[in-house]
Nanobody, 129 residues
Framework: QVQFVESGGGLVQSGGSLRLSCVAS????????IGWFRQAPGKEREGVSC????????YYTDSVKGRFTISRDTSKSTVYLQMSSLKPEDTAVYYC??????????????????????WGQGTQVTVSS
């Protein structure tokens, strides 16, 4: 059974940092792309970042470029999202999931939520001003 579990969220002041983890069980990170999404109250789910399974390519949405870094440790079946210089507008529930239609992350099209499966339960990130 495939399962993705996110952790690492919490309450942090503006300008602070957090590292989110996404542990995949029953699933290899060596082929399919893995994405991080977030959803704030009253807003649609937004694609944040993606890492390619075969080539390690990465994609970031404009609002997090230069502040967030996605990485993976295949030996631990874990994808990380290092978040720095956090802003109140980063407050959301953060989810990870697998894109079973793509193995690379090179364009905004790789963040289409309907292409992703095995959504985790999410981890709450709250940034106070």
């Amino acid at each position: 059974q495939v399962q993705f579990v996110e952790s690492g969220g919490g309450l942090v002041q503006s300008g602070g940092s957090l590292r989110l983890s996404c542990v995949a069980s029953g699933f290899t990170l060596d082929y399919y792309a893995i994405g991080w999404f977030r959803q704030a109250p009253g807003k649609e789910r937004e694609g944040v970042s993606c890492i390619g399974g075969r080539d390690g390519s990465t994609y970031y949405t404009d609002s997090v470029k230069g502040r967030f870094t996605i990485s993976r440790d295949t030996s631990k079946s874990t994808v990380y999202l290092q978040m720095s210089s956090l802003k109140p507008e980063d407050t959301a529930v953060y989810y990870c999931a697998a894109n079973l239609m793509r193995s690379s992350c090179t364009a905004e099209t790789t963040m289409r939520a309907y292409e992703y499966s095995y959504w985790g339960q999410g981890t709450q990130v709250t940034v106070s001003s």
